[in-house]
Structures are given as C-alpha cells and as structure tokens.
C-alpha cells in the first residue's frame, strides 16, 4: 500500500521537467511558497509494470558563483526532498558533458546513503551514447542513457528506479488504519495529535536545527489501532517562522499517498485557499479517503446555522469531494474531536466495502429504468452489466457496447445511484467503462 517517492534533482535545463512529462500518469502542481520565491511544484504519480511510485520534482539545484548564493530556501526545498525520497534520480545532459555542479551535486547524493540512479539526458541517437561514460567518474553506478523528449530508454530508466525500492512487505496491516492528518501550517495539527493521543510527544531534533517527530504515532480508540501521521513535523514552538513551516507539501502528499484516511485541517478563521483545495484534489485522485475537519470552531462566534452555513461554504469550493464528511470541533478545547474515531474508522470501512454483482446489477437494471444511457449519434449505448473490481477505493468496471457512447454526465448518474445504495461516505469510487463486443 506504500508508494515510494521518488526525488527528481540536476541542474537547470538537463530536461527534469521534460522527463516528467514524459513518464507522468496523473500530475499535479502544487504551489508553495518558498521564503523570497512562489513556485510550482510538480508531484506525479507513475507506474512500471506492478510498480507504482510518486516522482517528486525537488525544484532544481542551481549553484551560483558563490556556492551559498543560491537562495537557501531552494537548497534546502531540494534537501528536504532528498531526506524524504526512497529513491533519487539524478539527471544529467549529455549535451553539455559533466560539470563542476554536477560533481557538486553528485557528493551531496553521496552522502545521503540513499539508491541514486544517474541518468543522462539528451542521449538522442545511438552514436552518443558514448557521452554517457564519463559520467562513470560521479562515483554513483552505471548511469542510464536515455533522451526525454524522444522517450527513449525510460524502460531501462524505470526497471533501475524500481529495483531501488524498499521490499514490500506484507505486514499485517489489515486492521491498523493509517491516518493523514494535513492542512496548512497553524491548523492544528500537532494540536490535534496531541488532544487525540492524551500527551504531548517528544521532541527530536534534526540537523537543519528545527525538529520533528521521530515516529508515527499509535492511536488506540476502542479497540483499534490507528496511525496518526502528522504532516508538519513538529518544531519548537519559538521557531514558528522557520522555513520548515513551509514544508508541509512534500510531507502531506508523501503521508496521503501512504495513508488510508486523509484529515483535512480547515482552520474555521480562515477560507479554504487553492492549495488547500489544490491538496484535497491530490487526496481524492488517489483514491484516500477524506475527512474535513473544521477546526478552531471554539474561536467562532456562532448563531444556529453558523456551522450550516459553514459547511455549504466549504462545499461550494469543493464540488468533486461531496462525499466527505465534515466535523466541527476544536483540537485546543477537545471539543467533538472525540468523534475522530468512529469517523476515520467507518470511512475505512466505506472504503473497503464490496458489493456482490448481483446486487450491482439489480442496481443498474433499476438505473436503467429510471434514465436510460441516452443515444448517440444515432447509435444507443447498451450497459451490459458491471462488476466491482477493488477496493480502497471501490473501483467499478461497466461492461458497455461502445465505451464511447457513455458520457460523463452518465457515470455521475452512477455514482449518484451508487452513493444512494450503499453511501461509501469519505471515500471517493471509480467507475471504468469498458467496450465489450
Ligand atoms: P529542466 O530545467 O531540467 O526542467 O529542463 P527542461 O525539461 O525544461 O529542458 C531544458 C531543455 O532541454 C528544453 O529545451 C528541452 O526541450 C531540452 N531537452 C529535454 N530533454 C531533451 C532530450 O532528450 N534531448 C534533447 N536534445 N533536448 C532535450
Ligand atoms: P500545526 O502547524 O497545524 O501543527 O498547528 P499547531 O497544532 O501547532 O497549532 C497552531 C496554533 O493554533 C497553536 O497556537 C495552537 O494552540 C492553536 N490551536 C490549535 N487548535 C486550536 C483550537 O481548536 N482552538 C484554538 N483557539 N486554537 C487552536
């Protein structure tokens, strides 16, 4: 269920963002604010063979003249990337040959300790692939040749990323649910982690000098087990302006690619910003399941429909995650949280329930009736009947005459009949069409 992370760093224009392009199955860009630079960063899903990875673009590390020009919030954009990343793909051009950055950059990765894979770029034809050798002389293993724009050797590219990963292992982890909790700096994460578990956790401290938790934490709640992941890291309360605050992507989408649930941290003083639904987007389109929580509602003077009125707000700025609940509450004063429990619990088990095809297909034959898949064209759209493939989250194939004929507007028909049947509440559900002759 883990989903590695992958780093991508070189310098400026050895073609990163080409090569991501090139390899991306799902992207998206997330902004954040680095001190002095707003920028986007590209995370992106891939798969290779049975293989399935997040490639996270670092930002690039460019060395001026002086080697602590460069804006140290790039620098260490760049290294917290490399600290979190299972595997890091160096990129080089074969067109300019190595450079002094390189070198530079090569040693650095060196004493990470972590898989490197070299890749050189811009290998466009065979009689270049001599250019590749000298990079031998980085000291990091055999680099691999390819060119991103013409998409050649990304096979070889993705066998040797792959074989980098951590062995699966296939701990029993059906019964522990792994828990995200994300949201931008100042929500109350920590707090909420805190208030959950009934003590404060220790602080560790890094080498950067800010700190932060050295392990997940075990949440027991009636009987279960959950693993709360905090997204921020923690840090000393005085060093709140800390770049490490900025941190809080690159550890959010790592913890929601590795999580079952996702907790969403609104703060109710605030609006729900692009990031944040930017960051809601990512949790739904892999397939987490998601709880908003509201937080800091003890700070709010509040009339009858205050929280109505709240939740329609919320919802207005999120039309593709309608299925989530929203919980109320303050992390400070404890105040609902206590709720958490069976709603991370029963989304869990939304998110893992399979309905029979018997079931489904009365489901459809009733759909059918009610509005039947319109014409085409000319030509009808026939469903032949549809089957649960997998969970967390349910994915539902529906055998038709001509996948095209199928509108979207239809699938959301689906979905809608499916939520009134079963609900699958906090957990988003696929549902693929297949041609069928
Ligand atoms: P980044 O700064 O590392 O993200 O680099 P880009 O992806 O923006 O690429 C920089 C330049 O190199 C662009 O002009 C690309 O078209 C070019 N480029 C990228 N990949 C290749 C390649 O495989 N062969 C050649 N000849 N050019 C490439
Ligand atoms: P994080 O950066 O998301 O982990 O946020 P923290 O947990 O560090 O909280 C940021 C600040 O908000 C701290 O000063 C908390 O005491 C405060 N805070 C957190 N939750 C609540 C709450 O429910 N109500 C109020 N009034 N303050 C809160």
């Known amino acids: 269920m883990s989903k590695p992370l992958v780093a991508i760093v070189g310098r400026p224009n050895v073609g990163k963002s080409t090569l991501i392009n090139g390899l991306a199955q799902r992207r998206v860009s997330i902004v954040e604010d680095i001190p002095g630079v707003t920028r986007d960063r590209i995370y992106c899903d891939v798969k290779w063979l049975d293989r399935e990875f997040t490639l ?47 070198e530079t950059i090569a040693g650095l990765l060196r004493r990470t300790g972590k898989p490197v894979v070299l890749c050189v770029n811009k290998v466009d034809s065979e009689n270049q692939e001599m250019d590749v050798y000298e990079f031998y002389s980085l000291g990091l293993g055999d680099p691999v040749g390819i060119s991103a724009v013409n998409r050649l050797g990304f096979g070889e590219l993705l066998d040797r990323i792959t074989e980098g990963f951590p062995a699966r292992t296939e701990e029993s982890s059906e019964d522990i649910i792994r828990t995200a909790i994300v949201g931008r700096p100042n929500v109350g994460k920590s707090t909420l982690i805190n208030s959950l578990l009934g003590y404060q956790r220790s602080l560790v401290a890094d080498e950067m000098g800010t700190t932060r938790d050295a392990v997940d934490s075990v949440w027991k709640f009636k009987g279960k087990t959950f693993v709360l992941v905090d997204t921020a890291g923690m840090r000393k309360k005085s060093k709140i302006d800390e770049p490490v605050e900025k941190y809080s992507v690159i550890r959010s989408i790592r913890a929601i690619d590795n999580c079952d649930v996702a907790i969403f941290i609104l703060d109710a003083e605030d609006m729900l910003t692009e990031q944040d639904k930017k960051i809601i987007g990512y949790i739904h389109e892999a397939g987490k399941g998601l709880i908003l929580f509201v937080n800091k509602w003890d700070t709010i003077e509040k009339g009858n429909t205050t929280n109505v009125e709240f939740e329609k707000e919320i919802r207005k700025g999120l039309p593709f995650a309608s299925y989530a609940p929203v919980l109320f509450g303050s992390a400070l004063t404890k105040q609902r949280i206590h709720r958490l429990g069976d709603m991370i619990y029963a989304v869990a088990e939304q998110a893992s329930l399979r309905v029979p095809t018997a079931v489904l297909n009365d489901l459809l034959e009733d759909a059918k009736m009610v509005n039947p898949p319109p014409a085409h064209s000319g030509r009808v759209a026939k469903i032949y009947y549809m089957t649960q493939v997998g969970i967390r989250p349910p994915t539902f194939v529906m055998f038709v005459n001509d996948a095209n004929l199928i509108h979207f507007s239809y699938v959301r028909f689906m979905e809608n009949r499916l939520r009134e049947a079963f609900s699958f509440e906090g957990t988003p559900i696929r549902i693929v069409i297949r041609s069928k002759k």
């Open 56 to 102: 996270i673009d670092t930002g690039g590390i460019e060395f001026k003249d002086e080697r602590d020009q460069i804006s140290s919030g790039i620098r260490q954009q760049a290294e917290l990337a490399i600290d979190e990343a299972d595997v890091i793909l160096f990129v080089v051009d074969a067109r300019t040959g190595m450079t002094a950055d390189d």
